[in-house]
């Protein structure tokens, strides 16, 4: 597995509208854009770092993942994000390690990209997607 960069990491929030001027209007990031992913009942917005990115993320469901995360945590980081060269073989080889994963295949995320989960179990507390754009 090739880990290639931070991909960008999640945030959750109650509001996209409501948290979008922080990041574009009091650190000057420039809003590059809105999707929904309908099958992770989710709406995002992104605001390119460099190489990486910063994704809000708000829920479009009260039984979604960032509602419920919400619901545990309050509004925060909710996880980081790594490009990996190859998500399959990465998913293989993490597997073949022993690594608890959330997915055990690639699925369909934001921008196209395909993404996967590691149980937070398995990594300290943290959950980590892998992404392959």
Known sequence: MKILQIDHIGVAVNSIAAGKGFWSDVLGLEFAGEET??????????FPVGQSEVELLESTATDGPIAKFIEKKGEGIQHVAFRVDNIEAALSELKHK????????????????????????????????????
Do not use: N, Y
């Not at 992913?37 to 992104?46: E, G, I, P």
């Open 98 to 133: 022993g690594v608890r994963l959330i997915d055990e295949s690639p699925r369909m995320g934001a921008g196209g990209a395909k993404i996967a989960f590691l149980h937070p179990q398995a990594t300290h507390g943290v959950l980590v997607e892998l992404c392959e754009r």
């Open 37 to 46: 992913v309908a099958a992770q009942k989710v709406k995002t917005a992104f």
